[in-house]
C-alpha cells in the first residue's frame, strides 16, 4: 500500500533538514517497504502494508529525522489511493486560471480546531478557498501586489495549527508517477 508523506518547511538540504538519501533512509529503517523522495519539498512516496504500519513508519522516521539532523515540522501522511480519487474530481476544473497564480491543497492535521463557518477568502483576496474536506483545503492564490497569497499562512493563522500545502501540479505529477496504473 503506497503512501505519501508531506512535511511542513522542509527543503532537502536545507538547515535542520535532511538531504534526500537521509530522509528516504530513515523511512526505510522505520519499517517502509520502499521509500522515494519526491521533488525536494518535503514529499516522500513509501510503501507499507497497512495504513497502521504507515503511521507506525511515519513516526519513527519522523522521530529519527529529528535525531539526525533536527528537524521538528509535522509531515502529514496520505494514501496514493486517496489522492488519486482527489486528481480525478479535477477540483480545479470549472476555475478561470487568467487571475490566478496557483492552484493549491492544503493537507490539514489529525486534529485541528475548524472555524464555524470558513471564510471564503482572505482579507486582501490573495487567498480563496474552492473547498474544503475533513483532511484538505483547495484553494487558489492570486498575486496582489509584489508577492502572491499564500494559502499556508492564512490557513494556519485561521486554524492555529500547522498545515503543509502543495502547487495541485505536485500531487498531479505525484499521482502520476506513483498512483495505480
Known amino acids: 500500500m503506497k503512501h505519501a508523506a508531506f512535511f511542513r518547511n522542509l527543503n532537502l538540504g536545507q538547515a535542520n533538514c535532511p538531504d534526500k538519501v537521509q530522509l528516504e533512509a530513515a523511512f526505510l529503517s522505520a519499517g517502509?517497504?520502499?521509500?522515494?523522495?519526491?521533488?525536494?519539498?518535503?514529499?516522500?512516496?513509501?510503501?507499507?502494508?497497512?495504513?497502521?504500519?504507515?503511521?507506525?513508519?511515519?513516526?519513527?522516521?519522523?522521530?529519527?529525522?529529528?535525531?539526525?539532523?533536527?528537524?521538528?515540522?509535522?509531515?502529514?501522511l496520505r494514501q496514493v489511493d486517496h489522492l488519486a480519487d482527489l486528481v480525478a474530481r479535477c477540483p480545479f476544473d470549472s476555475v478561470a486560471m487568467?487571475?490566478?497564480?496557483?492552484?493549491?491543497?492544503?493537507?490539514?492535521?489529525?486534529?485541528?480546531?475548524?472555524?464555524?463557518?470558513?471564510?471564503?477568502?482572505?482579507?486582501?483576496?490573495?487567498?480563496?478557498?474552492?473547498?474544503?474536506?475533513?483532511?484538505?483545503?483547495?484553494?487558489?492564490?492570486?498575486?496582489?501586489?509584489?508577492?502572491?497569497g499564500s494559502p499556508n499562512a492564512f490557513l494556519e493563522k485561521l486554524l492555529g495549527s500547522a498545515v503543509t500545502t502543495r502547487n495541485w501540479n505536485t500531487v498531479v505529477r505525484l499521482v502520476g508517477k506513483h498512483g495505480a496504473p
Open 32 to 76: 517502509a517497504d520502499t521509500a522515494a523522495s519526491f521533488l525536494t519539498n518535503g514529499t516522500l512516496v513509501f510503501s507499507a502494508r497497512s495504513n497502521t504500519a504507515a503511521r507506525k513508519v511515519l513516526a519513527l522516521a519522523c522521530r529519527s529525522l529529528q535525531a539526525e539532523c533536527g528537524l521538528k515540522e509535522p509531515a502529514y
Open 98 to 148: 487568467d487571475s490566478v497564480y496557483a492552484c493549491c491543497v492544503s493537507f490539514l492535521p489529525a486534529k485541528y480546531a475548524a472555524p464555524a463557518t470558513w471564510p471564503q477568502a482572505s482579507a486582501r483576496g490573495d487567498v480563496e478557498i474552492l473547498r474544503v474536506t475533513d483532511t484538505e483545503v483547495f484553494s487558489i492564490s492570486r498575486q496582489i501586489g509584489k508577492s502572491p
